[in-house]
């Protein structure tokens, strides 16, 4: 979730309004992320056979883990989400 909201950490670490539609979207991003942690570990303990689920959860944090560790790192890569938009 950190990595997700590092981008609000400094645009507001230069100085610029936390306005309501700022923390609308912080709070909606929060709700999201909280969302899909929740389905992933519902979809890994109530599936319909443990094990296979549990290997799609590990499979899932583990690409999400290389993307933010890895790809968005690599000089080739896009650049991690919010990435240019502070100089």
């Known amino acids: 979730m950190a990595e997700e909201l590092a981008v609000f950490r400094r645009y507001l670490a ?3 309004p936390a306005g309501a539609p700022l923390r609308l979207v912080f709070l909606l991003n929060v709700l999201l ?3 899909w942690n929740l389905l992933l570990l519902g979809t890994a303990v109530y599936g319909p056979a443990y094990g ?3 290997v799609g959860a590990a499979v ?3 690409a999400w ?3 933010y560790q890895g790809w968005y790192r690599a000089r080739w890569s896009p650049g991690r989400p919010g990435a240019g938009l502070f100089l």
């Open 14 to 16: 230069r100085g610029h």
């Open 60 to 62: 899932a944090t583990l």
């Open 65 to 67: 883990y290389l993307t």
């Open 33 to 35: 992320l909280g969302l």
């Open 52 to 54: 296979p689920q549990l």
